[in-house]
């Protein structure tokens, strides 16, 4: 890993964990999880990544092996007496919903994430699905960062709406699905969903949808990525935030830097298309199982395929 | 319109009729709809366009007028005693669903289509959603179709496979949406339900996603088409029909000839895209209101804005 340029390197706070999950392929009780385990995974193969997270005393030497052996930074990986969080759920025949079975925050209740001094000068920043609050705390402990930005859910717009809506004041841009744009903007029509979220910080919004794809709204346009048409969709726990880690990963390559000067928006589109691909490998095997394999090489070439799949 | 070439005209066959519509945006009692009308009309932006259905005596001269206004032939618009199909439906508040609240066939019933001597010669035949043995009936009718194709749906899939399954064998193209393809194939995925569906005759299949846009699959190959990202659907009443016109115009104005030579991929890929292009405007405003006052000029520029929306 030492080929990469550590001056681009990442970091990604939010959940490293257990998931039993249930899809109509099979079922596996425990597996490695978490917001911040697929985010980081996704995101290693584009630029070196430092974790921040909790896990108890119960988290396996192979899990840690797993990261590690991607380049992945643990210091911020802190490990304290207890059970790591385990999230259990079971997804309908089509696979476009799940059903939560069981939610067991263990120690990640009392997550509350400190970067070490190594971290806080990177220029990146991923801010997986965590409190608000707590987001904001992470932001105010970097340095400088170029570019950062993260994911929320349904749970923090309803029941911690200004806690939400002081901390997005801050970033640079938002991820988040459909369903939770309208719920956050009021709007059902997804256009002017974004219109209004754009009125709340972030200069760029991205919009996941699943097995369609992707858009990403910043300066008054938007641009349309397509969900990659995989044959077996195994297991979908995931994707999105394997999206979230190609995405940010791309632009920290390619050294985005908004606050920096010029934009290109070509880096923003392909970066959204890395998103959409990553999240497309991630639902291939069970958990984060594709990722022990798969290369760059892999990725490139659906990248390309999905350019092929699209011009006209 | 006499500056198109004749030689390029398109045979339309299907419903028209009286629509009764609710929407969020508003409601209308009665006013022109039908597959045919729909597709001929967004097809009229393209190439001569000549129509094959059944009216009744209650049918306005007002209706006649608009389409003959468009250069619609009009000389297979057979007027009969009795009422024209009218269909009421109500959509939900996001308008993905639809509630059909009456439907009187009157003197569509008896629809038995039969083509002029002049149109038995036209290169370019779209079937509407009609019983497929009536669908087969209009094919043998026609002389020497290039390129001929059309629509179904899961009332026929489901009651008369065996009929439909005769008829789509001398298919060029078929084109449905993803619940249909599913059906018909019994695959959930769309990328196994296409190959499975082009086994059955046609050498193409487009399957429309609604608001997602559409997938072509030929050749071994699919071209994802985004659906136009609209701030306003006043009505998605005969959105999918006004695809097909756009697919089927555009690819009869470039004059493709699957069965004379060579085929290029680009002119159907484009013809998706101008299916898209043709839905999404019908979309802005109630049933075909829009195409009242829309050039040609509109339906390119929206064509440019959706490469521009999707290129990287």
Not at 65 to 88: H, M, Q, S
Not at 195 to 206: D, H, Q, W
């Amino acid at each position: 890993m030492s080929c990469y340029n550590q001056a681009m390197s990442l970091v990604v706070v939010g959940s490293v964990a257990y998931d039993g999950v249930e899809t109509p392929h099979g079922k596996v009780e425990r597996m490695l999880g978490g917001a911040a385990t697929y985010i980081g995974l996704a995101a290693s193969y584009f630029t070196p990544v430092k974790i921040v997270a909790v896990v108890g005393d119960d988290f396996a030497r192979e899990d840690v092996d797993l990261l590690a052996a991607k380049g992945i930074d643990l210091e911020g990986l802190e490990r304290v007496p207890g059970k790591t969080f385990f999230w259990e759920g079971k997804y309908s025949a089509d696979m476009n919903d799940r059903e939560t079975l069981r939610t067991d925050l263990n120690v990640f209740a009392d997550f509350d994430p400190k970067l070490p001094e190594r971290y806080r000068a990177a220029p990146y920043l991923l801010l997986g699905n965590i409190q608000p609050a707590l987001q904001s705390g992470v932001l105010a402990q970097m340095r400088d960062a170029h570019l950062a930005g993260g994911d929320t859910m349904n749970y923090w717009i309803r029941d911690y709406r200004a806690e939400l809506l002081a901390t997005l004041r801050d970033w640079d841009f938002l991820l988040i699905n459909d369903s939770e744009a309208r719920m956050l903007s009021g709007e059902r029509n997804l256009r002017r969903a974004a219109a209004r979220i754009l009125e709340m910080g972030p200069r760029t919004l991205v919009v996941k949808r699943g097995e369609y794809g992707a858009i990403l709204f910043a300066n008054g346009c938007h641009f349309m990525a397509p969900g990659y048409l995989l044959e077996d969709v195994f297991d979908p726990t995931g994707a999105g935030d394997c999206f979230a880690g190609g995405f940010i990963g791309y632009l920290a390559e390619r050294g985005v830097n908004p606050h920096g000067g010029s934009v290109d928006m070509k880096d923003w589109r392909r970066a959204v298309i890395y998103g959409s691909v990553m999240g497309s490998f991630c639902c291939e095997n069970f958990g984060v199982d594709r990722f022990r394999a798969l290369t760059r090489d892999e990725i490139d070439a659906r990248f390309q395929e999905l350019q092929n799949c699209t011009s006209f």
